[in-house]
């Protein structure tokens, strides 16, 4: 299964590379990874996760504390948020 991004997902997602990779030289590249690690294990069992509303379900990531939200759409993945597990809980549902 494919995946993509909603264009306000990708920005954040972005924006915490950058943030972690100012906190420690090349710790914004093992956070892309975890991230791309769990979109892998979405877009294999894409039913497996939390289900948040009747169509958005959320991964969380093994070592940063983000979960991803995403969306089934057309036999794809759109991952609606990558989200800090410590912002508000809701405010990807606008997307």
Same mark, same amino acid.
């Given at each position: 299964? &494919?995946?993509?991004? +909603?264009?306000?997902?990708?920005?954040?997602?972005? *924006?915490? !590379?950058? %943030? %972690?990779?100012? =906190?420690?030289? &090349? =710790?914004?590249?093992?956070?892309? *990874?975890? !991230?791309?690690?769990?979109?892998? @294990? !979405?877009?294999?069992?894409?039913?497996?996760?939390?289900?948040?509303?009747?169509?958005?379900? @959320?991964? =969380?990531?093994? @070592?940063?504390?983000?979960?991803? !939200?995403? *969306?089934? #759409?057309?036999? *794809?993945? #759109? #991952?609606?948020?990558?989200? +800090?597990? +410590?912002?508000?809980?809701? %405010?990807?549902?606008? @997307?």
């Amino acid at each position: 299964m &494919n995946f993509s991004f +909603h264009p306000e997902a990708e920005k954040e997602f972005n *924006q915490a !590379i950058d %943030y %972690y990779e100012d =906190l420690q030289e &090349n =710790l914004g590249l093992e956070f892309a *990874q975890e !991230i791309f690690d769990a979109i892998q @294990r !979405i877009t294999e069992y894409p039913f497996a996760w939390q289900s948040m509303t009747s169509e958005t379900r @959320r991964c =969380l990531t093994n @070592r940063f504390p983000f979960g991803i !939200i995403y *969306q089934i #759409v057309e036999k *794809q993945i #759109v #991952v609606i948020a990558v989200m +800090h597990l +410590h912002k508000k809980p809701d %405010y990807w549902k606008k @997307r």
